[in-house]
């Protein structure tokens, strides 16, 4: 069922990309929330279509479960902002789809492991490091996303950046439960702390490319400080996957 159910996911989410990067700015709720999805959606729609590409052409081979679960990650973060800010009913429909599905497919290929890879190659004080790490990151854009949250109750910040921080702190559970589980040498926490890496990549990976492209698409300068400080950070997710990348496959 999972063989089916992953890749249907995210063809699905192909799909929503698409639409909802090539709709007009009239179909989301305001300009401001056009102006920082429909870049976002296309950058989705890349990514998730060169994944499709190369796991057809690779479809012989066995898959990197890793990545998949990564790729339903990102599916699951990308979905709430879609549903909300753009009034198509499509789209509306398809973000639903899309999140509750790769959600429970998730979940799903966790249940249904039955002889969990629990990387006898990682010495205690490597798993520590990946996990305090994870952890960190985990308290630190949960609690900026709850900030954001805030100010948005109160009226300072948009419900752009409320409904981002939203799709923040889901994802940042995630990465606590899988923090703790890889620290406590629990099986989702085995399983599912290289996909957290490698999601949290792509989506830096993602923002990098956001940051540089859309001001020549709205027509301001290029945020250089922004830049360098989200690629500096971005090491701190890149490094980490490479090495597990090696210890774990």
Excluded at 102 to 123: C, E, N
Excluded at 187 to 197: A, H, K, Y
Aim: aromatic residues 12%.
């Amino acid at each position: 069922m999972n063989k089916i159910a992953e890749p249907t996911v995210q063809f699905l989410f192909l799909i929503l990309s698409i639409i909802a990067a090539i709709l007009p700015s009239g179909a989301y709720i305001n300009h401001e929330a056009w102006v920082n999805l429909f870049l976002t959606n296309i950058i989705n729609g890349f990514i998730t279509g060169f994944y499709l590409l190369a796991r057809f052409i690779l479809r012989n081979k066995n898959p990197l479960e890793s990545l998949q679960r990564a790729m339903l990650l990102v599916v699951i973060y990308s979905c709430l902002p879609v549903f909300v800010l753009i009034a198509n009913p499509i789209t509306r429909i398809l973000s639903v789809v899309c999140f509750t599905g790769a959600f429970a497919v998730f979940i799903l290929k966790t249940v249904h492991i039955h002889d969990a890879k629990l990387f006898p190659k990682l010495m205690n004080r490597g798993r520590l490091l990946f996990s305090i790490l994870l952890l960190l990151f985990s308290a630190g854009f949960l609690a900026r996303g709850v900030n954001v949250i805030w100010q948005y109750v109160i009226g300072i910040s948009e419900i752009t950046d409320m409904l981002i921080s939203i799709s923040d702190i889901t994802i940042c559970l995630i990465w606590g439960i899988v923090g703790v589980g890889f620290m406590r040498n629990k099986i989702f926490g085995d399983l599912n702390v290289l996909p957290c890496f490698i999601q949290a990549s792509l989506l830096f990976i993602g923002l990098i490319i956001f940051l540089v492209i859309n001001p020549l698409v709205i027509d301001t300068p290029v945020d250089m400080e922004a830049v360098i400080v989200i690629t500096g950070m971005s090491l701190f997710f890149f490094i980490p996957t490479i090495i597990l990348l090696k210890k774990i496959n």
